[in-house]
């Protein structure tokens, strides 16, 4: 869920990080309340790739493309190692 919310975290300026003194002046610490089914979520609970200070950063520009890619996909397919059982 955290991932589908890049574009819009960096849209608000909440990533990336404006320099590295926002790792510890309590800037991480900053609640997120409006991602819906997310509650009490601050900066330091999402993935580390938000928590750069490149504002170029390769990694976050990659995820803002797959996730938009993956919104118009008609289908996604999870791998998983868990066996699925048919609902009959």
Known sequence: MCFTQCKNL????LTPL????????????TIIDWIL?????SLRDLPGIYHTTDPNDK???SVVEQIEAAS??????????DAWR???
């Open 86 to 88: 048919l609902m009959c």
């Open 18 to 29: 404006k320099d590295a003194k926002y790792l510890t002046n309590g800037h991480l610490e």
């Open 37 to 41: 089914g997310m509650k009490n979520l």
């Open 10 to 13: 960096m849209q608000r300026g």
């Open 59 to 61: 990694l976050l520009e």
């Open 72 to 81: 118009r996909a008609s289908a996604i397919l999870l791998p998983t190692f």
